[in-house]
T-cell receptor, first 112, second 114 residues
Framework: GENVEQHPSTLSVQEGDSAVIKCTYSDSASNYFPWYKQELGKGPQLIIDIRSNVGEKKDQRIAVTLNKTAKHFSLHITETQPEDSAVYFCAAKNTGFQKLVFGTGTRLLVSP | DAGITQSPRHKVTETGTPVTLRCHQTENHRYMYWYRQDPGHGLRLIHYSYGVKDTDKGEVSDGYSVSRSKTEDFLLTLESATSSQTSVYFC?????????????FGPGTRLTVL
């Protein structure tokens, strides 16, 4: 089955810096890759997703890139702000199946 | 939280007692899921439902059962709770084809088994 690895487990940056979180997946049939942000005491919230027919997607300060050949995808946050501090999860899924497999999460801390 | 409520939000129980967690949605989405979240493991799928009375197992289904008698409600039952089931439980929903990929999560239930 699918296995998703996520790095780093913790990431500390200064406000205004960029942050990059990387994930690798094992199943070449996976074709949907969402990223979730989880704030303390809340459920995960979808922030951006990408499908395998696209190499990059942007939404304001966040972007996701996908390398199908290497089977890895990354989340990029530019001009980080303290409110970006949270735990971020990547996930992978094959559209033909209902099972979304998550990485183990990255705790991002943005210091003022 | 995309029209999803979970109840209770917090529960403390003792080993060996039955526990039922409820997920209620107002979106009329076809698919519903139960996940557990533990440090170092991310979110792991317990069970999911693809319609009323239609359910299937996830990767960590042992010790759990589910039921879905109405589109809007998905129940997770621990028949005899154990300390290893102490966790935060999240419900999620997704739409019908072709938008089944995107899952939206509820606020979670923190369960402690003593």
């Amino acid at each position: 089955g699918e296995n998703v690895e996520q790095h780093p487990s913790t990431l500390s940056v200064q406000e205004g810096d960029s942050a990059v979180i990387k994930c690798t997946y094992s199943d070449s049939a996976s074709n949907y890759f969402p990223w979730y942000k989880q704030e303390l005491g809340k459920g995960p919230q979808l922030i951006i997703d990408i499908r395998s027919n696209v190499g990059e997607k942007k939404d304001q300060r966040i972007a996701v890139t996908l390398n199908k050949t290497a089977k890895h995808f990354s989340l990029h946050i530019t001009e980080t702000q303290p409110e970006d501090s949270a735990v971020y999860f990547c996930a992978a899924k094959n559209t033909g199946f209902q099972k979304l497999v998550f990485g183990t999460g990255t705790r991002l801390l943005v210091s003022p | 939280d995309a029209g999803i409520t979970q109840s209770p939000r917090h529960k403390v129980t003792e080993t060996g007692t039955p526990v039922t967690l409820r997920c209620h949605q107002t979106e009329n989405h076809r698919y519903m899921y139960w996940y557990r979240q533990d440090p170092g493991h991310g979110l792991r799928l317990i069970h999911y439902s693809y319609g009323v009375k239609d359910t299937d197992k996830g990767e960590v289904s042992d010790g759990y059962s589910v039921s879905r008698s109405k589109t809007e409600d998905f129940l997770l039952t621990l028949e005899s709770a154990t300390s290893s089931q102490t966790s935060v439980y999240f419900c999620a929903i997704s739409e019908t084809f072709p938008r089944t990929d995107t899952q939206y999560f509820g606020p979670g239930t923190r369960l402690t088994v003593l």
